[in-house]
């Protein structure tokens, strides 16, 4: 698990009116948005790529604070568009990469300035 030297995740003011948030809250209720922002935070900590490696249902609704049925939470996630299942079958968090590019890059920016 590689961990991130940022401090924050980057969230956009399109963000609170999409219809992706909107669908999760009618797919897994309220506080949707709450579980989803504390899975954007654990992914960032600890999975700054977005690809949640190693990681199944279960862990995925444990990083979020999720604490009912972890398949209707991944599936909910999945519906709304906010997770992916790879090729592979690992989950990533879809286009984590354009949304959270900072993130992403935290590494390398970070061995450019020692250099």
């Known amino acids: ?3 991130t030297t940022t401090k924050d995740i980057r969230v956009s003011f399109s963000f609170l009116n ?7 809250k009618l797919l897994i209720g309220d506080n949707a ?3 989803l922002l504390d899975l ?4 960032a900590m ?4 977005g690809i949640l490696s190693n990681m ?5 609704a444990l990083e979020a604070g999720w604490e009912k049925d972890p398949k209707v939470f991944v599936d909910g996630l ?3 568009g906010f997770v992916e299942r790879l090729e592979d079958g690992t989950y990533a968090l879809h286009d984590w990469k354009d949304h959270q590019g900072y993130i992403v890059n935290a590494q390398s920016r970070s061995e450019q300035a020692r250099k």
């Open 46 to 49: 600890n999975h700054p790529d």
């Open 78 to 80: 999945i519906r709304a």
């Open 18 to 24: 999409h219809r992706k948030r909107k669908k999760l």
């Open 33 to 35: 948005t709450d579980y």
């Open 56 to 60: 199944d249902e279960v862990d995925i």
């Open 1 to 3: 698990m590689k961990t």
């Open 40 to 43: 954007w935070i654990a992914t």
